[in-house]
């Protein structure tokens, strides 16, 4: 899912628009801007076209709906995936995610209103950022293997709290809703 954000979404936004910022959308997340490209469960859907991701190759996708496949090129944290790479993708999978990025976006929106959340390509997380404190949740990553929530300010914090290299994390297994995250969000909020 990370390597067709950046490849099918985030890259052709760049080329066309200037952006690489994405956006939650109801199971998935989708471009801010042209082209109009969005991604929902294990499907790609541009307008009415619904194409599944698994099987396909994301060159594949990209002449699908007419759009040139690529990374972004200003960041260098890609996901590795090559445009000529048969995707594997398991639709239970994605759509736990699509839940959790929809969880996590109105956790944001809940804690932080004057704030559009982002999703990030090269990390693939969705974040704020107030008062030089990023707030968000990631899928998972090298630092934690599956989802997590964070606050992470800009000057390292010391206290049992600030559990994380980057400040603090919560698992998914303790943040079952976007009550449970907006509610951590608003302990970093007062630690802070």
Do not use: C
Not at 42 to 61: D, F, K, S, W
Not at 116 to 140: A, C, K, M, R
Request: proline share 7%; aromatic share 10%; charged share 20%.
């Amino acid at each position: 899912m990370h390597g067709v954000a950046e490849l099918l979404l985030a890259g052709p936004q760049f080329r066309r628009s200037g952006t690489i910022r994405l956006r939650v959308v109801p199971g998935g997340f989708a471009t801010v801007k042209a082209p109009d490209l969005q991604v929902e469960g294990a499907e790609l859907v541009v307008g009415g076209q619904r194409i599944a991701l698994a099987g396909n190759t994301p060159a594949g996708l990209a002449a699908a709906v007419d759009v040139d496949a690529g990374v972004p090129d200003i960041y260098h944290d890609h996901a590795g995936v090559r445009e000529d790479e048969a995707l594997v993708v398991d639709g239970e999978i994605a759509a736990y995610l699509g839940a959790w990025f929809t969880a996590g976006d109105e956790a944001l929106r809940r804690v932080v209103p004057d704030q559009q959340p982002v999703l990030w390509p090269e990390h693939f997380d969705v974040s704020v950022t107030e008062h030089e404190v990023n707030y968000g949740i990631s899928p998972g990553d090298t630092w934690h293997n599956e989802p997590y929530a964070y606050v992470g300010p800009w000057t390292p914090r010391q206290g049992e709290f600030w559990n994380a290299p980057f400040g603090a994390a919560r698992s998914i297994a303790d943040l079952p809703d976007a009550a449970a995250i907006a509610a951590f969000f608003d302990e970093g909020r007062a630690k802070l």
